[in-house]
């Protein structure tokens, strides 16, 4: 079965044949047998039948260093040539003349040729000699140039009003903000009323007849204002201060009043202090007793240990015959420490001075005498 080829390597093997390969080594290339192009060459020839005398055409312009766009460039020129009536004797002097005019002028020859084929066809459509036509095209460059100089002046001429313009919108909105500012003091004008202001206008011009400045009228407004919020009428503010006495009488009684006030403070201080101190002598009794009655009800009590003086040694409470039998008869107990762990030998008198010590006071109450008002 024969192995099918990708359109690619078809493809591939027409063009290397067509540029001059032979069929082993287009077979080596590719890794196609030699009957497979064979078979791509045949069909080719079916489709071209002139395809056979394109390879020789191909390979012979191989060998010269061309291509067949070259090929088809060179004859697009010689039919141009003949049209404009330049046989291949007069081919060569033509050729010296243009790569001398090129050397000369500094261009490609190639574009010198181009550019004058296309001056040429320009003749044919105007109907204008090359001579003409280089003048309108002159002609044109200079307005081109003198148009370009009026651009240029025409953008300065933009970017100076640009500039204006932008200092004319700042005014404006300037003009704006003022206008806008005065629209406001007029409405509130007229909120106020003709009447009202023409009194402030007279009110004002009062006081400026007096030496007072806008500034000082604004702080009597405000100082009356005050007055009446203490419950002061400025009008009759000479008789408030007749009916209340000088400023110096009034100071005077409010300096008395304070060191009155200041002594009843100072009494009131000591006797918070004396109190305190009481409260917190009877919170330590009450705390004691409170001890007290915790040890009779619960018949246990804590005392301290002979050995690391810490209050670690639990007792339990015999009764009150029983130790007054165990002091008739000099008996002892044995307790142990919880803290040291040591035993140690306690009487009957040691451990009654324990629980007796809960119920004595701390001190004893003095005769406090009580503050007069």
């Given amino acids: 079965m024969l192995r099918k080829i990708a359109k690619s390597d078809e493809q591939k093997a027409l063009q290397l044949w067509i540029e001059g390969h032979a069929y082993r080594s287009i077979c080596d290339r590719l890794r196609i047998s030699l009957g497979a192009i064979n078979r791509i060459v045949d069909d080719a020839r079916k489709r071209a039948p002139d395809i056979d005398e394109l390879r020789k055409l191909n390979v012979t312009l191989k060998r010269g260093e061309s291509s067949v766009y070259d090929a088809v460039r060179g004859a697009k020129l010689l039919d141009m040539l003949n049209e404009r009536g330049v046989g291949l004797d007069r081919l060569h002097s033509y050729i010296e003349l243009s790569d001398k005019i090129s050397s000369e002028r500094g261009v490609e020859a190639e574009k010198f040729v181009d550019s004058a084929s296309k001056l040429m066809n320009l003749e044919g459509e105007t109907g204008k000699t090359c001579v003409e036509i280089v003048k309108d095209f002159e002609g044109k460059v200079s307005e081109v140039k003198r148009l370009d100089g009026e ?193 140690a030998v ?9 629980v007796g010590l809960l119920a004595a006071p701390e001190q004893l109450k003095a005769q406090i005498p009580h503050a007069k008002d």
């Fill in 346 to 354: 306690y009487t009957p008198w040691d451990i009654l001075t324990q």
């Fill in 151 to 343: 651009k240029g002046e025409l953008q300065k001429e933009v970017q100076g009003l640009k500039g204006e313009l932008t200092k004319t919108e700042k005014n404006l909105s300037s003009k704006v903000q003022e206008l806008k500012s005065v629209i406001e003091t007029e409405e509130s004008l007229k909120r106020l009323g003709l009447e009202k202001l023409a009194h402030l206008a007279k009110f004002v011009e009062g006081y400026e007849a007096l030496g007072f400045s806008a500034q000082q009228v604004q702080k009597l407004v405000v100082w009356r204002q005050s007055l009446a919020e203490m419950g002061i009428d400025p009008d009759k503010l000479g008789e408030f201060i007749k009916k209340k006495g000088s400023l110096e009488k009034q100071i005077s009684e409010l300096e008395k009043e304070h060191r009155r006030v200041g002594g009843i403070v100072k009494k009131l201080g000591d006797e918070h202090r004396r109190l305190f101190k009481e409260t917190t002598s009877l919170q330590a009794e009450v705390l004691k007793l409170s001890r007290l009655s915790m040890v009779v009800k619960l018949g246990k009590i804590v005392i301290p240990c002979r050995v690391c003086r810490r209050e670690s040694v639990f007792v339990k409470l015999h009764t009150a015959s029983e130790y007054r039998a165990m002091m008739s008869s000099g008996g002892v107990l044995q307790y142990r420490c919880f803290n040291c762990g040591q035993w």
